[in-house]
């Protein structure tokens, strides 16, 4: 017959509860990893793919396609296996240092990390300074626009160091959940084959195809998705009165619009709406019960273009925003978000306090990055020519717009 | 369907109804002369040196499905085949045999000598059927139904050229096939582009009827064991699933390398009017240096498995086999009739929800499709030249639970007439 135990209940529960305490403490390290984290951008995460040799190549090779491999992917302990890696991007694909797209789901149906099914790694080679696009962004979410989320990682690729890339959040379905509240709406990329300013296109649906590429409901048809858009093109080039601010703002969100082009102007955007080549890195997002689009902002690398860049830079040349402008209360709109864009950018040396937090953040990393297509005094001087941006660029839009005001 | 081949069915019923009654000793071989005689085939003989028979075969399918056809314009009647050859002997160790299909731009088909100077030592070379699978080795007429099974089409290996050892011994219980091949065989070779195929072919069978001598209803059956082995290379294989029709149901996106193993056994039993059949095979491929890293993964696996059934329900009686009945039709009888039954399923890969299962090219574990296929048919023997075979095909392919994969149910109806001499 067995005597009392000396170890009783409570010291029994509390032996359980501290195995338990012990044996999950790694489990809810693991699970306390947010996309938060992921897009924490105080630090310099590090991102490790696994690709086999031959596919690497075969990524390399073809560099100017959209040929997906497979990879295992990984950040800090957790690992997503059979993830589709792709090369991406327009100006900036290269072969030593690619741009690439992780779809989690490519392979494996419904597989996420951390609830999304993508992330865009941007190889940053078109910005010397590597902090454009991320300062761009910050600015565009202080102006209460949405903007993707993004973060600084180092990627090795078979253990081997690829250089400094950027963490974007895609412009996706978990991107218009966040932004909008829902998903179900048309989303469509600007599709940069020719220039295009805002011209009417024809009756021809296809014709807008070539221009704005379908992200989701790719398989409806095209009268569903681009009549809307045809339309809106349609009405922009009609006389300019009270009836075009109506029937034009009904396919689009005119004060978003010039409240867009005006953070864009004040970063001397060379790239987007008003870019050289015509309108370009943008998405349209049309919501699921109306004909209205709104833009969503993609890659800034060639944001910060010049100091003195005037306001009107190159508006008369677009279409749309120029008779947008027309309006007297949309141009105020438009001086105002600039004000906004240049006061919010001065106060407290906000503007160039986040050059150099992200400059420094990267600095080493950047160092390291042998496959950059510059050298470290380029990109040294690129860094120093966006501080003297932010301290001068500010005073120079206000001057403007004060001017502007003043002439009227 | 073009005037040439009316003209052809035309001809070909008109000779073999004249062949029909004419006495099988019509023309006897004279010595030191040539001899021309019709019984089975037309054939050739020169003083017992030389015999040649001609063979030929005209097949025209109708088909119809719910499912897309791969060749073919669905319900239309599509002379599928023109096959025509020649097989014979040269004295009395040599024989041969040369088919090729009219119109095909890979015409030859059996292009083989075969030297026997015992029964349980024969070598045979040329280009003839890989010795695996029991199905896909028996001839396109003696089948029992319109298709052989996917199981046998997608997995067996098919023709190649090569040179093998054979014979029966054992008093012929034991039959056995071993020889090197060129390659691993015509069906699992790509028709075009760049999938990978097995290099050189080692394969083997060894078939036992082990109740040969006795008196019983045993004395049918048969069983065999079947292999191949081949080095194959770094690529995505050309064996895939395809359905009874053609259409693909996983295009094995998968890389492989190392070497491809090929495992059969079949066991077949035929006492009297009724038969029964079985077998299964499995191919795997190894995937060496295949993962992210470059380390091996596990081998990619295609399995399949047929079991068919026939009964001669009718004209059997004093019958050689079924497709030479003892009454032919407008000869006092109307033929024979059998009918057959076939349940089959062809896998790729990993179809369980386990483990995390991919359609990655470099997963460990593949999520792969099947097919399970039940074929009804009935076959009526008019002659020993002229067959009318009627299929119904129920395929079901993948399942809707595993939602990234193509998944379908389909009914199919096929069929054919032949005309072979």
Redesign the interface.
């Known amino acids: 017959m067995c005597g009392a135990s000396p170890y009783g209940l409570p010291f029994r529960i509390g032996l359980v509860v501290i195995v338990w305490t012990v044996s999950t403490a790694g489990d809810r390290v693991a699970s306390a990893q947010t996309v938060e984290e992921l897009f924490d951008d105080g630090t310099v995460h590090e991102v490790r793919l696994s690709i086999n040799e031959r596919d690497l190549h075969e990524l390399r090779e073809r560099y100017l396609e959209n040929v997906y491999v497979p990879a295992d992917f990984q950040w800090r302990d957790q690992r997503v296996r059979n993830v589709g890696v792709r090369s991406r991007g327009l100006a900036s694909r290269s072969a030593s240092k690619p741009g690439l797209r992780i779809d989690f789901n490519r392979y494996t149906s419904g597989q996420t990390f951390l609830g999304l099914a993508s992330l865009v790694l941007d190889n940053l080679v078109t910005d010397p300074s590597l902090v454009r696009e991320r300062v761009s962004m910050a600015l565009f979410k202080r102006l209460r626009q949405p903007a993707s989320r993004e973060s600084f990682t180092r990627l090795y690729i078979n253990s081997v160091y690829q250089g400094i890339y950027a963490i974007v959040e895609p412009v996706d379905g978990d991107f218009l959940v966040r932004a909008f509240g829902e998903k179900s709406g048309y989303l469509f990329e600007r599709h940069f084959l020719e220039p295009y300013l805002g011209a009417d296109l024809g009756n021809e649906l296809t014709a807008y195809r070539r221009v704005f590429e379908p992200r989701n409901h790719e398989l409806e048809a095209d009268t569903v998705l681009y009549s809307p858009i045809r339309d809106l093109f349609h009405e922009v080039n009609q006389p300019v009165d009270t009836v075009w601010r109506e029937r034009v703002g009904r396919y689009i969100d005119l004060p978003q619009l010039v409240t867009y082009v005006a953070i864009e102007t004040f970063l001397s955007e060379a790239d987007g709406v008003l870019g050289l080549a015509g309108m370009a890195n943008f998405y349209l997002y049309r919501g699921p019960s109306s004909d209205q689009h709104r833009l969503i902002v993609w890659d800034r690398d060639h944001a910060f273009a010049a100091v003195d860049s005037p306001i009107f830079l190159r508006v008369e040349e677009n279409v749309l925003f120029s008779r947008a402008l027309a309006f007297g209360d949309l141009r105020a709109l438009y001086l105002d978000v600039l004000e906004q864009c240049a006061r919010s950018a001065a106060a407290n040396g906000w503007l160039e306090g986040e050059i150099v937090r992200l400059s420094t953040l990267i600095d080493v990393a950047a160092r390291e990055d042998v496959r950059k297509p510059y050298d470290d005094e380029t990109h040294q001087m690129a860094v120093e020519f966006l501080k003297q941006f932010a301290r001068q660029r500010p005073s120079f839009v206000l001057r403007e717009i004060a001017r502007e005001r003043g002439g009227r | 369907m073009k005037c040439i081949d009316v003209a052809a069915i035309v001809l070909l019923v008109a000779m073999p109804a004249t062949a029909q009654e004419a006495p099988a000793d019509a023309a006897a071989p004279r010595d030191g002369g040539w001899s021309v005689r019709w019984d089975d085939h037309p054939e050739v003989e020169w003083s017992g040196r030389l015999r040649v028979e001609f063979r030929a075969r005209l097949q025209g399918d109708s088909r119809a499905s719910r499912a897309a056809v791969e060749r073919g314009d669905g319900d239309r009647f599509d002379v599928g085949r023109r096959r025509i050859g020649v097989d014979g002997a040269i004295g009395r160790a040599v024989d041969f045999q040369i088919e090729g299909e009219i119109e095909k731009t890979n015409p030859w088909r059996d292009v083989y000598a075969n030297y026997r100077p015992l029964r349980g030592a024969q070598v045979q070379a040329g280009q003839f059927k890989i010795p695996f699978g029991l199905e896909e080795t028996t001839s396109g007429g003696n089948l029992d139904f319109i298709y052989r099974s996917i199981v046998s089409t997608r997995l067996a290996p098919g023709r190649d050229g090569g040179v093998m050892l054979h014979g029966r011994v054992a008093r012929r219980t034991v039959g056995y096939e071993m020889g090197v091949f060129a390659h691993d065989g015509d069906n699992a070779r790509p028709k075009g582009g760049t999938r990978v195929f097995g290099g050189r072919t080692l394969a083997g069978r060894v078939t036992v009827e082990p109740f040969r001598h006795s008196k019983s209803t045993m004395s049918h059956v048969e069983v065999g064991v079947a292999f191949t082995r081949s080095p194959l290379p ?1 690529g995505f294989p050309a064996v895939r699933g395809k359905s009874v029709l053609g259409v693909s149901f996983f295009d094995s996106d998968v ?1 492989v390398e190392g070497n491809r193993r090929r495992d059969g056994v079949h066991v077949r039993w035929r006492p009297g009017p009724f038969s029964v059949a079985s077998e299964y095979i499995r191919v795997s491929d190894d995937r060496r240096g ?5 380390t091996n993964l596990p081998p990619f696996l295609a399995r399949g498995w047929y079991v068919s059934g026939t009964w001669v329900v009718a004209g059997a009686a004093g019958a050689a086999s079924a497709d030479q009945p003892a009454r032919p039709l407008f000869q006092g009888g109307f033929g024979s009739i059998q009918v057959a039954m076939r349940l089959e399923r062809l896998s790729f890969g990993n179809v369980a929800e386990t483990d ?9 574990v593949v ?1 792969g499709n099947r097919e399970i296929a039940m074929t009804t048919g009935a076959t009526w023997h008019l002659n020993r030249w002229i067959t009318l075979e009627g299929n119904v095909i129920r395929e079901r392919i993948g399942g809707a639970t595993v ?2 994969v193509p998944h379908l149910r389909v009914w199919s109806r096929l069929i054919r007439f032949q005309l072979a001499i």
């Open positions: 770094e890389w295949q993962s992210q890293e470059g995390s299962p991919s359609t990655s090219p470099r997963a460990d999520l939602g990234s």
